[in-house]
């Protein structure tokens, strides 16, 4: 959890400090929609931070955006991270990195993610931790590298449907999961380890 805390009920804006700068966190908005026309990006200079971070949002979308950080950093940050969170929609978006992955979910119930890309994170894909029914449709997922591209850890019911893995480079597993992940239709180009 960050320095914006979990609780209450009112939605609240914060601008939090993370390490080398400030991230922007939205708690517990209902029914949000970040809506992106032509071009549109939110980029970041802070390299330790989320470029979006959602505290027990639910029902939201982020739709038509460019996301990411302009430096690369290490350790901690991401693209978007989402905790306890309840039915979040991510569509049409290019999440880049330079942040460490490009989703971290934690204890989140709903989280779908379609036609959107996610590349260039120094550390990995994507973490999800202790959610329920993540699914992605019809994504590209490129030029990440480092360390296990997509961590899963006790979360159930997490899918990938007609989506590309390709170009990734690390020596690690693509999967690290202590559950079942369903892959329909999937390409997957994965560098053989060992």
């Not at 609780?7 to 609240?12: A, N």
Request: proline residues 2%; hydrophobic residues 30%.
């Amino acid at each position: 959890v960050t320095i914006a805390e979990r609780g209450g009920d009112s939605p609240v804006i914060v601008s939090e400090y993370a390490n080398d700068g400030h991230q922007l966190t939205l708690k517990n908005f209902r029914n949000l929609v970040i809506c992106g026309k032509k071009n549109s990006s939110i980029e970041v200079d802070p390299r330790y931070s989320f470029c979006l971070n959602f505290i027990d949002c639910e029902n939201c979308k982020v739709e038509n955006l460019t996301i990411g950080h302009t430096e690369g950093g290490y350790c901690d940050g991401g693209v978007i991270g989402v905790t306890g969170g309840h039915h979040i929609d991510i569509s049409n978006c290019d999440l880049y990195g330079c942040g460490t992955y490009g989703i971290v979910a934690r204890e989140t119930n709903t989280l779908t993610v379609r036609r959107s890309n996610i590349h260039d994170c120094t550390y990995g894909i994507m973490e999800l931790y202790s959610s329920f029914a993540v699914t992605f449709e019809d994504c590209d997922f490129f030029s990440n590298r480092e360390y296990e591209l997509i961590t899963n850890r006790g979360c159930q019911n997490t899918s990938f449907s007609r989506c590309r893995f390709f170009a990734n480079w690390t020596d690690a597993p693509l999967f690290t999961s202590d559950e079942d992940i369903t892959l329909y239709s999937c390409e997957i180009y994965h560098p053989i380890i060992g």
